[in-house]
């Protein structure tokens, strides 16, 4: 079946410092989302990317629709101490009708 | 808007019960999906409902078994609950579960099985 890969697993950063992570597919998608799970929450919907290249901005988050399709990329500018959590991708192909979710990444930020 | 709501939003049960869980999607959205979160598996798909019909489902056993309202909200149910089965269990609801949709999730539900 699908199958999503984040990377990093983990990642621990200084406060203002710029984060980048990605997300990669065995199959091509026509949809990308982007979460971030806080802990005890549900996941929080923080940019949703439909084109093959898209680049969408929310704040000081940015998304890109790679070109291939079968990835995906969240860069965080700036980074603040509410960033830490969980950021989960989440991808869905032109055949399915759910969603397939990545293991996640776990943000630290270190004042 | 108010969000998507989910009710409890803990329980415990003993091995052996079943449980029933709600969830209110956001006015409007018709799709509603459920999702087993654990830190092992990560988020896992269960179901989706839309227009009170299952129109998806993941690779669980038959015990998990959901329904969903003329209102669209929606029910899951697992019978002969097993230790395995505690998780956050998360509902998302979207428009129409077709293209530019995206998913909303609730809080989440908390189930512990002792």
């Known amino acids: 079946g699908q199958q999503l890969n984040q990377s990093p697993q983990s990642m621990f950063i200084q406060e203002g410092e710029d984060v980048s992570m990605n997300c990669t597919s065995s199959?091509?998608?026509?949809?990308w989302l982007w979460y971030k799970q806080d802990p005890g929450e549900g996941p929080v919907l923080l940019i949703a990317?439909?084109?093959?290249?898209e680049l969408t901005s929310n704040g000081r988050l940015t998304a890109q629709f790679g070109i291939t399709r079968k990835d995906s990329f969240l860069n965080i500018s700036a980074s603040i101490p509410s960033d830490v959590g969980i950021y989960f991708c989440?991808?869905?192909?032109?055949?399915?009708?759910?969603?397939?979710f990545g293991p996640g990444t776990r943000l630290s930020v270190l004042p | 808007k108010a969000g998507v709501t989910q009710t409890p939003r803990y329980l415990i049960k003993t091995r052996g019960q079943q449980v029933t869980l709600s969830c209110s999607p956001i006015?409007?959205?018709?799709?509603v999906s459920w999702y087993q979160q654990t830190p092992g598996q990560g988020l896992q798909f269960l179901f989706e409902y839309f227009s009170e019909t299952q129109r998806n489902k993941g690779n669980f056993p038959g015990r998990f078994s959901g329904r969903q309202f003329s209102n669209s909200r929606s029910e899951m149910n697992v019978s002969t609950l097993e230790l395995g089965d505690s998780a956050l269990y998360l509902c998302a609801s979207s428009l129409a579960g077709t293209d530019y949709n995206e998913q909303f999730f609730g809080p989440g539900t908390r189930l512990t099985v002792l």
């Open positions: 006015s409007g959205h018709r799709s």
């Open positions: 199959s091509i998608f026509n949809t």
């Open positions: 990317l439909y084109k093959a290249g």
């Open positions: 989440a991808g869905r192909d032109n055949y399915g009708q759910n969603f397939v």
